[in-house]
C-alpha cells in the first residue's frame, strides 16, 4: 500500500458560530491509499474540541507510516481492527484510513458502498442546513438565501429562544436546534418547552457532556427527542446514553470511522435508540462517505460542502435537502490523485 496525504484548511461561506466560538476556516486532512494502481480517499477535519490537530494526524501517520504500507489489505473491517491498535489514541486519523480503505474496496469491487452492503438510497432522509450563531438579521438573511425544507439552528446562548421565534416568522420549515452543551439544566428545562411551541423537531446536546444526572432529569420531563453528540463519541458511548437520551448523533470522524459507525447504528437500534449521523464540516470526499450510511438512520446532518466556500473533491449532490449519488464506486467520489 502506498500512502499519501493533503492538509486543507479550507475557508467557510460565512465564519461559522457555535456556542463554544467562532472559526473562519476548517482545517481537514485527506489520506491517499494506492493499491496495485486503485486509489482510496479518506478524511478526518480537525476540531479543536476533539485536541486532534491536522499537525497530531501527520505526525502520528508517519511515525507509523511502515505498518501502513505493510499491511496487506484485504477487507475493510479487518484494516480497521489493525489501525485501531495501532493509534488507539487518535481516532481521526483511523477515521481517516477506515474511509480510504472503504473507498479502495468498493473501487476493488466495483460497487458503491451503499450497494455492497444492499441498501435502499430511496430511505435515505433529507439532510438538514445549520445556521450558525450570529445577529438575528444575519440569521434570518442565511435562511432566506437558502431555502431548504430542514434546519439545524445552533443555539445555547442568552437570546436563542428570540432567535428561534424570528426565524419561525419566515418559513414553515422544520428546525432542529443544537445546543452544543450551552445551557445549564435550568435554563434547559425552561426552554425546550418554548421550542415545542415554535415547532422545533429535537433538541441536540443540551446540557454539559459529563452532565448525566442533569440528562436524566430532563429526558423525564422533555416535551422534545433529545439528542447526544458531545455525549456519545465511542462505540462505548451508546450504551450509556440509553435512558438519558432519546437519540444520539454518530459522526465518523469522533467514532473512528464508518467500521465502528455501523455498528454503533446496529447497537442504537437495538436498544431503541434514534440515530442521526452527523458531520464535522467536511468536504465532499467526507461526506460521501456519510451519505453511504444515510438510509441506515434516522436523521441526516451532512451539510458540510455547502457551509464551506471551497470543496477538493465531487460526487455528493443536494436537492432541497434530498441527497443525489453518483454511479462512480467506492465513495462515489472523484478526486484529482495527490
Ligand atoms: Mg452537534
Redesign the pocket.
Known amino acids: 500500500m502506498v500512502v499519501k496525504f493533503n492538509e486543507y484548511n479550507l475557508l467557510f461561506k460565512y465564519p461559522f458560530t ?1 456556542s463554544k466560538g467562532t472559526k473562519t476556516h476548517q482545517p481537514t486532512f485527506v489520506v491517499e491509499l494506492g493499491y496495485f494502481g486503485v486509489k482510496g480517499y479518506g478524511e478526518a477535519p480537525a476540531i479543536s474540541y476533539y485536541n486532534i490537530p491536522v499537525e497530531k494526524m501527520v505526525a502520528d501517520l508517519e511515525r507509523k507510516r511502515v505498518f501502513i504500507e505493510k499491511f496487506a489489505f484485504s477487507d475493510p473491517e479487518r484494516y480497521w481492527h489493525y489501525l485501531h491498535h495501532l493509534f488507539p489514541a487518535n481516532p481521526f486519523l483511523v477515521c481517516a484510513l477506515d474511509m480510504a480503505g472503504w473507498d479502495l474496496y468498493g473501487k476493488l469491487k466495483g460497487k458503491q458502498l451503499h450497494n455492497l452492503w444492499g441498501l435502499d438510497i430511496a430511505k435515505s432522509p433529507t439532510t438538514d442546513y445549520t445556521i450558525g450563531i450570529d445577529s438575528i438579521e444575519n440569521m434570518v438573511a442565511k435562511m432566506k438565501e437558502k431555502p431548504w425544507p430542514i434546519y439545524k439552528i445552533k443555539v445555547g446562548v442568552q437570546n436563542d429562544i428570540e432567535m428561534v421565534v424570528e426565524l419561525r416568522k419566515h418559513t414553515d420549515a422544520i428546525f432542529r436546534v ?1 445546543a ?1 452543551a450551552g445551557w445549564t439544566l435550568e435554563e434547559a428545562l425552561e426552554k425546550i418547552p418554548l421550542l415545542k411551541e415554535l415547532g422545533v423537531e429535537l433538541v ?2 443540551p446540557l454539559a457532556k459529563d452532565d448525566w444526572d442533569g440528562m436524566k432529569t430532563l429526558f423525564e420531563s422533555s416535551p422534545l427527542p433529545l439528542f447526544a ?2 455525549s456519545c463519541v465511542a462505540e462505548t458511548d451508546v450504551e450509556k446514553c440509553s435512558g438519558y437520551f432519546h437519540g444520539i ?1 454518530i459522526k465518523l470522524t469522533k467514532c473512528s470511522g464508518i467500521t465502528p459507525a455501523r455498528r454503533m447504528i446496529e447497537k442504537a437500534k437495538a436498544l431503541n435508540i434514534q440515530v442521526m449521523i ?1 458531520c464535522m464540516n467536511e468536504t465532499s470526499v467526507g461526506t460521501a462517505a456519510i451519505a453511504q450510511l444515510a438510509p441506515l438512520v434516522d436523521f441526516v ?1 451532512m451539510d458540510g460542502p455547502l457551509l464551506l466556500a471551497e470543496d477538493i473533491a465531487a460526487g455528493v449532490g443536494f436537492d432541497n435537502g434530498h441527497i443525489c449519488y453518483t454511479n462512480s464506486p467506492g465513495l462515489g467520489i472523484s478526486i484529482n490523485p495527490f
Do not use: A, R, V
Open positions: 457555535i443544537d452544543n441536540e446536546q453528540d458531545e448523533n452527523g446532518d
